[in-house]
Structure formats: C-alpha cells, structure tokens
C-alpha cells in the first residue's frame, strides 16, 4: 500500500481545463436565459418559474450521476465517459436554445441544457478528489476555478464583441438578437473541444488503487472517513416518510385552498415526493432489497457528515443569492438604471450589456483570485476566508441598487470574491471528509443544497416581484445581499479545525 502520490502542475492544469467550457455553457445560459425568454414573450413575474428547470434537473441527475460514476469502470475510465455524453448534449443544445422561435421550446431547452451540463460537471468534482491527495485537493480546485473564471468571462462578453464587431444587438418581436444566437453558436463549439482535451489527457486511478490509497492514509480524518456507516433501520425512513409526505400533502392542499400562485405547489410536490421515496426505502430495507441507487443515496443522505451538514447551510444561502443575481440582473438592471420597458427596446439591449459587462467581470475575478485563495487561507484560515468573501459577496450584490452602471465594477469584484471562494472552498473542506468508493455520491448530494435553494427562489421570487415589490426585480438583489451574507454567520459555526497543510 502507498499514499496517493503528488500530481505534476500541467496534469492539474490538463484535468481543470474542461471546466473552462462547462462555465462557458452555465455562464451564457446564466446572463442570457432571461433575456431569451423575454424576447420571446414572457413577462418578468414568469421568470423564476421558467428558470426552475435548471435546479429541478439538477436536483435529480447529480445524484444520479454520482452514484453511477462511482461504479463504473471500463476502458475510457470512471468519470470521462460522463464527461464526454454530457459536453455533447450541451453542445448541441446550448446552440440550438437560442434559436427555437417558441417560449416553449426555449425553456425546455433550459431543461435539457442544465442536465447535459450536470452529466458532466458532477464527475468533474469527483475526479479532483478521486486523483490528488490532500495536499494538492485545494490546488485542483483553485485550478478549477481559475478556468471557471476565465470560461465565465469569455461567456459574458461574447454578446458584446459580436454587438461591437457589428453583429445585431435587437430583434423584432418573438425573436433573439442575432448578437445572442451567435454567443451560443461559439459556445458550444468552445465548451465540446475543451471538455474533449481533459478526456484524452489525464487518466485515471482504477477501483482497486484508490482502495490501496485509502487503506495507507492513518490520518485522524482519514481514520474516521473509513468508518462503516451507520444506517438507519427501517423505522427511521417509516417515521420521516410519513411526516414528509404528510406536510407535501399539506402544502398541496394548503396552495389550492388558498388560491395562490399555482408555481409553489412545485415545490410541495417535491417534499411529497421525498416522503415518498422515504417509504419507498423503508419497504426495501424491510425486504433486505438495499443494493440499490435509492437506498444508496437516501443511506448517505441521512448519514451524511456532521461538517457536511454545516457546509450544506452555508451552500443554501450563497446558491439562494446567485440564483436571485442570475434572474432578475437583467430586468432589474434593464429597467431601474436604464427605464427599460420593452425586452426588444434599445434601452433594454444597452442594460442587457451592462449586465453582461458586470457577470464577465465577477467571471474574471476568480481568475486572480483562485491562484492567491491557497496563500490567504493559510494566513487568515479557512472559514475566516470563506465568511469575509461572502461578506463581500453580499455587499456586490446590494451595492447594484444603490450605484449606478459606473459603479458596477465595483459590485462585480465584491461578486466574483464569493464566487471564487464558494467554487473552491467548500470542496476543499468537504472532500477530505468523504470516502473514495461513494465521493461521487456525496458530491451528489452536497449538490441538493445548490439546487435546493433555487428551487426555492422560483417557486417564491416570482410572487414576491409581482406582489410584494410591484414587478420591480431590483428588490429581489438586495434580498439576494442579506441572504448571502447569512451563511458567513453560519460559517462560524462550522465544526472544522485548520486544514491539512497544503504544498
């Protein structure tokens, strides 16, 4: 048995350099989904609703895909094969979104676009821990971020290029500037190639080595990574299932009865559907059936590290603000700075680029500062970083209301420090705490609590801007601050000592 050994800086550079297509693909989807789906008619209270496709799928394939990915092998390896099915429905979608001429089809695009990205980019976590030991793990994921960040600012500024380059920035009613159309076309071709050339340039460990590795760590937190789960009988998924289904059932009736806004019986429908498969599971223990994805996952779930746990509250509330920023930058940008009134108007277009100025700068702060994050968290530790950068996160996001478009500079690097710090420092923590045979599963799972909170943010913003703010989305930023600022007093309470000394 022997340690991991140490992986040379280009390997690391060769296995983080798909990242900066996968950003490619969120990135454009992110700063223009809105955009396309107000150009072909819907109305800015629709739009969180619209936009629950993308956690939704999240939601459901990550752990999916964890799960598989954790049990596969062939001869293109455990994580790739994912990597390669995943960047080309990306690709194929993220250029044909854009130019589906329907609402319909440009949110079931959304749907399709999401997924296809989740396919690739949950195994990319998995692949950091799975090939770099503890030493170089919060190097990997610097290195992710660097190319999110790069791949994040390339995205953003596409539209504006082609806009400066000559290209369309309006359209007629019912159809997207030709300015977008074209962003999309470069970015899947950008996204497949550099997805392509992570695959056919690292390699990967096989089932039988990484168990070598685990055996020969003697490590305090390797020691209690390795200890069996303790899974709770079938009583415990009997007695949880059945409150769970019972306030989903609740909630139902409680939306219907009340007669408001049909879009939160999604999310009733989702705890429902939890306290389903809680049964469900319950039944397979009960039968000794639990050689199965389901319980697999559940298992997990409830098992799931105390620090994990933590870190799962943090996650809730950075996602929570980014999916506000993602939605309502634009409307809100648009119409409270520029008096847009009209999605196809000249002033709409002149706030949809300086939307798209301020997402490629945030894009371009990590680039920085995921190279400098290893140094600072050595000085300062970990959860004092990761607190401050929310904290400046926050503020970037509050500060678009009370600055103005020449200001925004200042609003992106506050944003771009958190988004930083939020791609690289919770994997870091979090991934010496997981065993190596299910890391793709509990990648998975910490997953939910991306997800989760946007699911939250389109089953209630859209109700909040219609009804409490008047349809004015600048509101819902300076919601986005507080809320983002919250899980750096959470981060306090994070049960997690100084780290293992990085090299």
């Not at 309006?170 to 977008?180: E, F, H, K, L």
């Not at 100025?357 to 990761?386: D, E, H, M, Q």
């Not at 791609?423 to 923590?429: C, E, K, Q």
């Not at 109700?463 to 750096?488: E, H, P």
């Amino acid at each position: 048995m022997r340690q991991k050994p140490m992986m040379s800086l280009i390997s690391i550079i060769n296995m983080a350099f798909g990242f900066f297509g996968l950003q490619i693909g969120f990135a454009l989807q992110n700063a223009n989904s809105s955009r396309v789906f107000q150009s072909l008619g819907a109305n800015v209270d629709e739009l969180a609703l619209f936009w629950l496709a993308a956690p939704m799928t999240g939601l459901i394939v990550q752990p999916i895909i964890g799960y598989l990915s954790d049990r596969t092998w062939g001869r293109f390896g455990r994580r790739r094969p994912y990597f390669f099915v995943g960047a080309l429905l990306a690709s194929v979608t993220l250029i044909f979104m854009p130019n589906s001429g329907y609402l319909w089809m440009a949110v079931g695009s959304l749907w399709i676009l999401d997924a296809s990205l989740n396919i690739s980019m949950e195994p990319f976590r998995a692949f950091v821990g799975d090939n770099l030991n503890s030493r170089q793990r919060t190097l990997g994921y610097a290195m992710q971020g660097f190319f999110i960040g790069i791949g994040g600012y390339v995205a953003s500024k596409l539209p504006n290029y082609l806009t400066a380059a000559g290209v369309s920035n309006t359209a007629a009613a019912n159809d997207v500037p030709d300015s977008v159309k074209l962003a999309f076309l470069i970015g899947g071709i950008l996204l497949f190639g550099s997805v392509l050339w992570t695959i056919l340039t690292t390699k990967e460990y096989t089932p039988k080595e990484l168990q070598g590795f685990e055996a020969a760590e003697t490590s305090e937190v390797a020691l209690m990574r390795q200890r069996p789960r303790a899974v709770p009988e079938a009583g415990f998924f009997t007695k949880w299932g059945a409150i769970i289904s019972g306030l989903g059932a609740a909630l139902i009736a409680l939306v219907f009865a009340a007669n408001t806004d049909k879009q939160f019986s999604i999310f009733a429908g989702l705890v429902l559907v939890t306290g389903v498969l809680f049964l469900m599971n319950s039944f397979f223990i009960k039968s000794g059936q639990t050689d199965n994805m389901l319980s697999g996952v559940l298992g997990d779930l409830v098992t799931m590290p105390t620090l994990m746990k933590w870190l799962a509250a943090v996650q809730f509330t950075s996602w929570f603000a980014f999916f506000i920023m993602w939605i309502y930058t634009t409307p809100a940008v648009a119409a409270y700075h520029f008096g847009a009134v009209e999605a196809g108007s000249e002033a709409y277009g002149q706030g949809s680029l300086a939307v798209n100025n301020l997402f490629a700068l945030y894009n371009l702060v990590p680039i920085l500062f995921s190279l400098i994050l290893p140094f600072i968290t050595r000085l300062i530790g970990l959860k004092l970083t990761y607190a401050l950068a929310l904290i400046c996160g926050g503020l970037g996001l509050i500060s678009i209301y009370f600055g103005g478009p020449s200001t925004f500079w200042l609003s992106a690097i506050g944003i771009g420090v958190a988004w930083a710090s939020i791609l690289i420092l919770p994997y870091s923590i979090l991934a010496d705490a997981l065993p190596a045979e299910r890391m793709g599963t509990y990648m998975g799972i910490f997953n939910f609590f991306i997800v989760i909170p946007q699911i939250v943010v389109g089953t209630v913003m859209g109700a909040i801007v219609k009804n409490v703010f008047g349809g004015d989305a600048i509101y819902a930023l300076l919601i986005g601050g507080g809320v983002m600022m919250l899980g750096a007093i959470i981060l306090f309470f994070l049960p997690y000592k100084q780290p293992v000394k990085q090299t």
